[in-house]
């Protein structure tokens, strides 16, 4: 097991990789414990839940959303929680999103940490301290930062995921050797059959180098004013596919990447053969690497980005492969560029 720490501007979290769900005990508060999940993991999982009060919420995106979180605050106070109550969202990052925002929220802030679930979670969702919900279809507008105190990464829980799910989870992976190391992508490279196979030595290896990653930024820029910014690579224009397609987030994020990618080149920064590397990587981990949206589709949805700052927005280039960089680009100018290097 091995463990990193988030230095949050409130308080410190500890991320767990290669922890066994068996340990989560060491970890919890004395007093009353209620855990958070979804459906799918509670029937996959029981006895993992034994001795906890459960709060069961609906798996998929669409109960990522205000009603749930009511409904959840309502269960609470039938279990009555108290400011003492420790709560455990225990699943993927929707189930960590969710119970990360009802914490810090309910009785203005209960203590909480995770059990991730999806390879996903363990590589990002869960790690960071961003939680929240979906309004009027515009996803996790209404969230808090704040960080849990733990995030249990047990290979072992990944063993249950859909071919599709750990895919998604690659997605990301993926994403972080491209912004920051370029050693953690050759390993990708030579490894790609044990990775995808989920070999334990090889994915704890994958979700460490992950989160070193992430807590490496989240600890330069807790609340995304610049740093961390590097994290929404592939994530502008795999926002705007995931919203209109319905693909996974994963899936979304490959296409976004390879776009980005195709565009740094165009800003003159990486080579075309580093596109070619970036994209053949992220084909191998049986990745989507293109659309058939239209350009105009995918820009009319992306200006609904919330991240959007005035007609600027925040994109994220690759400078080299392991290097990124993000810079201001003006809407139009997007626009222009999207048409160039859309075929
Ligand atoms: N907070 C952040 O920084 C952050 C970052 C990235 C993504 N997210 C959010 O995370 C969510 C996506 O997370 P996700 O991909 O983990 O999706 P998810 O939580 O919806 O899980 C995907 C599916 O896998 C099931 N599942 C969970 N654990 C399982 C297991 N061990 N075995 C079998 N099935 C299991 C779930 O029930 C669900 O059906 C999105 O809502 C996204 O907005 C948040
Ligand atoms: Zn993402």
């Given at each position: 097991?091995?463990?990193l720490?988030i230095?949050?501007?409130n ?8 922890e066994?769900v068996?340990?989560?005990g060491?970890y919890?508060?004395?007093g ?6 979804d459906?799918n993991?509670?029937a ?11 709060i069961i919420i609906?798996?998929g995106?669409?109960h ?6 009511e409904?959840?605050y309502?269960?609470l106070l039938?279990?009555?929680a108290?400011r003492?109550t ?8 929707l189930?960590?999103d969710i119970?990360g ?5 309910y ?10 679930s999806?390879l996903?979670?363990?590589?990002d969702?869960?790690v960071?301290g961003k ?5 009027q279809g515009?996803k996790n507008?209404i969230g808090t930062f704040?960080?849990?105190e733990?995030?249990l990464?047990?290979?072992?829980l ?8 750990v895919?998604s989870?690659f997605g990301?992976i ?6 920051a190391d ?7 490279e030579?490894n790609?059959e044990k990775a995808?196979?989920l070999?334990p030595e090889v994915?704890e290896?994958l ?5 070193e ?11 995304e004013k610049?740093?961390?910014?590097k994290l929404?690579?592939?994530h502008t224009l ?5 919203s209109?397609?319905g ?15 195709r565009?740094?080149?165009l800003?003159?920064l990486?080579s075309s053969?580093e596109?070619?590397?970036a994209e ?5 981990f049986?990745?989507?690497?293109t659309?058939k ?13 919330k991240?959007?700052?005035n007609n ?7 400078e080299?492969?392991g290097n ?7 809407l139009k ?7 160039k290097?859309w075929?």
């Amino acid at each position: 097991m091995k463990e990193l720490i988030i230095e949050g501007r409130n308080s410190q979290s500890r991320i767990l990789v290669g922890e066994k769900v068996a340990n989560l005990g060491n970890y919890l508060p004395a007093g009353k414990v209620v855990a958070i999940t979804d459906e799918n993991v509670i029937a996959l999982y029981p006895s993992l839940f034994n001795g906890f009060e459960t709060i069961i919420i609906q798996p998929g995106e669409d109960h990522k959303n205000g009603l749930t979180v009511e409904s959840i605050y309502n269960d609470l106070l039938i279990l009555e929680a108290d400011r003492s109550t420790f709560v455990v969202g225990f699943g993927g990052g929707l189930v960590c999103d969710i119970a990360g925002y009802v914490a810090s929220t309910y009785m203005r802030g209960l203590r909480f940490g995770f059990v991730s679930s999806t390879l996903l979670s363990q590589v990002d969702a869960s790690v960071g301290g961003k939680n929240g919900v979906n309004f009027q279809g515009f996803k996790n507008m209404i969230g808090t930062f704040n960080q849990p105190e733990f995030v249990l990464c047990d290979p072992a829980l990944l063993n249950t995921l859909p071919e599709k799910e750990v895919r998604s989870g690659f997605g990301e992976i993926i994403k972080h050797s491209l912004i920051a190391d370029s050693g953690m992508l050759s390993f990708l490279e030579k490894n790609r059959e044990k990775a995808l196979s989920l070999h334990p030595e090889v994915i704890e290896y994958l979700v460490f180098k992950s989160v070193e990653i992430k807590s490496a930024i989240v600890n330069l820029d807790e609340t995304e004013k610049g740093e961390r910014r590097k994290l929404n690579f592939g994530h502008t224009l795999g926002h705007a596919i995931e919203s209109l397609t319905g693909q996974t987030h994963g899936e979304s994020v490959a296409i976004g990447m390879v776009l980005a990618a195709r565009i740094s080149n165009l800003y003159g920064l990486i080579s075309s053969e580093e596109v070619r590397r970036a994209e053949s990587l992220i084909e191998s981990f049986d990745l989507p690497t293109t659309t058939k949206l239209g350009f105009d589709a995918v820009f009319n949805q992306l200006t609904k980005d919330k991240k959007r700052d005035n007609n600027n927005i925040h994109f994220v280039m690759l400078e080299n492969l392991g290097n990124a960089s993000v810079r201001s680009i003006n809407l139009k100018e997007l626009r222009t560029v999207l048409e160039k290097i859309w075929k």
